[in-house]
């Protein structure tokens, strides 16, 4: 069985932060996106992956990723170009995936458990596709499963006003070369995009079996900010901190804190875990880091307070103002006004940036 | 849709037929491969198809 990790798309939901690099590499408890779902594919056995790449951040994720073997897994890459949808992605990978199986995974997403019960599931039977699916609380905007009682889908709708189930597609898929016939036969949508959910459909009304998987745990997309503040408080209420770093003498630390190699907690700090912080990252003195906050490397945090945040590093922080919930990209500076001369903020903000003040 | 692909013969990155249309020729975007692929690799009743229905691979 191969890997498709899908690494396209124009990310403009996380715009700013996009601007300068492709969503998948946004960091979530201070490792990019798209690296759980590679070692999700790799910890189920699937070490030859196809990584599609579109129009935006090619060089940045080839960058990251190479040719695998630092992640212990073999990458072609696949550039689909115009993101002409989900099914365009899967079709651009069929000479990588030959006659084999294939798990089709979106790289902005991160599943809890992995995703080899999903593997397990498809291959068990004698199916065609398999697709990974959540209960949601508002089925009507996603694509919804019918399922009988095997599990075995029946049909799917996309957005339903009135939803069969709340059984929610999420955004992983086993596939059979057969879905390569499929996608040839469907076509574009309203909006322009080949809909995987067409090439499923046209499977299931071809009388294949497609079986279904709810997946148990945490879901998360990660394609907004708030989306990714929520996946870093679960990503970190789930990690195993390890002290590679210093904490001086003097620091108060509580709670699961995961400290990278030569990063420093210094006297007169304060961090409540569960919290990372990146390599080189100095918490320095007079500053409180709240539980579920991600501090990348390279950066230095003084006299301030941060809970529930993601700063991605390279920064500094030096402001005596409360900063909650928010996510600051790659070289901030987040500094002080106090005793500035006209009083009042200053501000050097990025198009698409949003301010709460 | 018919999706129509090249597959470089040096490295195994495979390119899409919009990408290779709208640079006719480029370097492999494989990692550290020099290969130049062009449009004109393409089949010849590929090419055909992918210019009569050009719009389909545009967004």
Redesign the interface.
């Given at each position: 069985m191969k890997g498709v990790l899908l690494s396209g798309g124009s990310g403009t939901r996380l715009r700013p932060i996009t601007h300068t690099g492709p969503k998948q590499l946004v960091p979530v408890a201070n490792k990019p996106v798209l690296q759980y779902a590679l070692e999700d594919l790799r910890e189920a056995g699937i070490t030859e992956i196809g990584v599609v790449l579109g129009n935006k951040g090619r060089e940045e994720i080839q960058e990251f990723l190479g040719d695998g073997s630092e992640f212990g897994v073999e990458i072609t890459y696949i550039v689909q170009g115009n993101p002409l949808g989900l099914a365009h992605a899967a079709g651009c990978a069929k000479d990588f995936v030959g006659d084999d199986d294939f798990v089709m995974y979106l790289g902005d997403n991160i599943l809890q458990q992995g995703i080899g019960e999903l593997v397990e599931s498809y291959r068990a039977g004698d199916y065609d596709a398999g697709i990974a699916l959540q209960a949601v609380d508002d089925p009507r905007q996603f694509g919804v499963a019918d399922v009988d009682d095997t599990g075995t889908v029946t049909r799917l709708v996309e957005k339903p006003d009135d939803p069969p189930s709340n059984l929610a597609l999420i955004g992983v898929y086993v596939f059979s070369p057969l879905v390569f016939d499929a996608i040839e036969r469907i076509d574009p949508s309203w909006r322009g995009e080949l809909e995987i959910t067409d090439a499923i459909q046209l499977l299931l009304d071809d009388g294949r079996r497609v079986d279904s998987h709810v997946v148990e745990g945490w879901w998360k997309d990660t394609g907004k900010p708030e989306d990714i503040l929520e996946a870093n408080r679960l990503a970190l209420e789930n990690l195993d901190g390890a002290v590679e770093g210093t904490i001086e003498e003097g620091a108060e630390v509580t709670g699961s804190v995961d400290l990278a190699p030569g990063a420093v907690i210094e006297d007169g700090a304060v961090v409540r875990g569960p919290v990372a912080v990146g390599s080189d990252t100095v918490i320095g003195e007079g500053t409180y880091l709240g539980p579920c906050s991600s501090v990348g490397p390279n950066t230095t945090i003084e006299n301030a307070h941060i809970e529930s945040s993601v700063v991605i590093g390279e920064s500094e922080i030096t402001t005596s103002g409360k900063i909650v919930d928010s996510l600051i990209g790659r070289n901030a500076t987040v500094g002080t006004a106090e005793g500035l001369l006209p009083e009042g903020r200053r501000l050097v903000v990025g198009e698409n940036s949003h301010l709460r003040l | 849709?018919?999706?129509i692909?090249h597959?470089c013969p040096s490295c195994?990155?495979?390119?899409?037929a919009?990408?290779l249309e709208?640079d006719r020729v480029m370097k492999c975007?494989?990692?550290g491969c020099d290969t130049v692929l062009r449009f004109e690799d393409l089949p010849a009743e590929d090419r055909e198809h992918f210019l009569e229905n050009r719009d389909?691979?545009?967004?």
């Amino acid at each position: 069985m191969k890997g498709v990790l899908l690494s396209g798309g124009s990310g403009t939901r996380l715009r700013p932060i996009t601007h300068t690099g492709p969503k998948q590499l946004v960091p979530v408890a201070n490792k990019p996106v798209l690296q759980y779902a590679l070692e999700d594919l790799r910890e189920a056995g699937i070490t030859e992956i196809g990584v599609v790449l579109g129009n935006k951040g090619r060089e940045e994720i080839q960058e990251f990723l190479g040719d695998g073997s630092e992640f212990g897994v073999e990458i072609t890459y696949i550039v689909q170009g115009n993101p002409l949808g989900l099914a365009h992605a899967a079709g651009c990978a069929k000479d990588f995936v030959g006659d084999d199986d294939f798990v089709m995974y979106l790289g902005d997403n991160i599943l809890q458990q992995g995703i080899g019960e999903l593997v397990e599931s498809y291959r068990a039977g004698d199916y065609d596709a398999g697709i990974a699916l959540q209960a949601v609380d508002d089925p009507r905007q996603f694509g919804v499963a019918d399922v009988d009682d095997t599990g075995t889908v029946t049909r799917l709708v996309e957005k339903p006003d009135d939803p069969p189930s709340n059984l929610a597609l999420i955004g992983v898929y086993v596939f059979s070369p057969l879905v390569f016939d499929a996608i040839e036969r469907i076509d574009p949508s309203w909006r322009g995009e080949l809909e995987i959910t067409d090439a499923i459909q046209l499977l299931l009304d071809d009388g294949r079996r497609v079986d279904s998987h709810v997946v148990e745990g945490w879901w998360k997309d990660t394609g907004k900010p708030e989306d990714i503040l929520e996946a870093n408080r679960l990503a970190l209420e789930n990690l195993d901190g390890a002290v590679e770093g210093t904490i001086e003498e003097g620091a108060e630390v509580t709670g699961s804190v995961d400290l990278a190699p030569g990063a420093v907690i210094e006297d007169g700090a304060v961090v409540r875990g569960p919290v990372a912080v990146g390599s080189d990252t100095v918490i320095g003195e007079g500053t409180y880091l709240g539980p579920c906050s991600s501090v990348g490397p390279n950066t230095t945090i003084e006299n301030a307070h941060i809970e529930s945040s993601v700063v991605i590093g390279e920064s500094e922080i030096t402001t005596s103002g409360k900063i909650v919930d928010s996510l600051i990209g790659r070289n901030a500076t987040v500094g002080t006004a106090e005793g500035l001369l006209p009083e009042g903020r200053r501000l050097v903000v990025g198009e698409n940036s949003h301010l709460r003040l | 849709m018919h999706i129509i692909t090249h597959t470089c013969p040096s490295c195994g990155t495979v390119v899409a037929a919009n990408e290779l249309e709208s640079d006719r020729v480029m370097k492999c975007p494989g990692l550290g491969c020099d290969t130049v692929l062009r449009f004109e690799d393409l089949p010849a009743e590929d090419r055909e198809h992918f210019l009569e229905n050009r719009d389909q691979y545009q967004i």
